[in-house]
């Protein structure tokens, strides 16, 4: 069964902290995987797509990794600021058949 | 370029009625997913439509349906409205071509209430 793991569920940072974000997945075959920031009762926008050859994507301050052999993906996020304060999805791609991960809900405080 | 529109942004049904969602794709995409997403919770799969028929659907009750129009804008109805039907329902279209090809683009949602 293709399922997509996130951790943690929620997340709480300082103002200007890093952190980072993970996916593990086990979806086949598998076509490409993507993140997604959602805002509270807005619908998702994306932050970055990686298909099976890339490694590493970045999108500002938002910074993608994917391992393929461990079915792993990461988002990092630098020097975080309080609109960074959203759900963060991670969405895996098997053909035209989608699998979205529970989302972790990340809080950047003052 | 317009994005994905759905309409209405906020709809509040008694239940048991019928509620019906739109969605307008971004021109040129063909593929029309449907999301629920309830309060506090991760998107859960409802219904695909590719090329005006219904491709998949996720594990919900037949009360849950919809269909494509030739222009690609698609229905999302829901009969016999029951109060975990309340969420926010999210449409997302595909990029069949292009540097975006696969990309899925989402619409704002509509917060659907059933009392």
């Known amino acids: 069964k293709n399922q997509v793991e996130q951790s943690p569920q929620s997340l709480i940072i300082l103002e200007g902290k890093n952190c980072t974000l993970q996916?593990?997945?086990?979806?086949?075959?598998?076509?490409?995987l993507r993140w997604y920031k959602q805002d509270t009762g807005r619908g998702p926008v994306s932050l970055t797509i990686?298909?099976?050859?890339?490694n590493t994507k970045s999108n500002g301050r938002y910074t993608a990794t994917l391992d393929a052999d461990t079915k792993q993906s990461s988002l990092h996020i630098t020097a975080s600021q309080l609109s960074d304060s959203a759900s963060y999805i991670c969405?895996?791609?098997?053909?035209?058949?989608?699998?979205f991960g529970g989302g972790t809900r990340l809080m950047v405080k003052p | 370029e317009a994005g994905v529109t759905q309409s209405p942004t906020h709809l509040i049904k008694p239940r048991g009625q019928q509620a019906t969602l739109r969605c307008s794709p971004i021109s040129g995409h063909t593929s029309v997913y449907w999301y629920q997403q309830a309060l506090g919770l991760g998107l859960q799969f409802l219904l695909w439509y590719d090329e005006g028929e219904e491709r998949n659907r996720g594990n919900f009750p037949p009360r849950f349906s919809g269909r494509q129009f030739p222009n690609y804008s698609s229905e999302l109805n829901v009969n016999a409205l029951e109060l975990e039907d309340s969420a926010l329902y999210l449409c997302a279209t595909r990029a069949e071509r292009g540097p975006n090809t696969g990309e899925l683009f989402f619409g704002e949602g509509s917060r659907l209430t059933v009392l």
């Open positions: 996916c593990n997945y086990t979806v086949s075959p598998f076509s490409n």
């Open positions: 990686m298909t099976f050859s890339e």
């Open positions: 969405v895996v791609s098997a053909g035209n058949m989608l699998t």
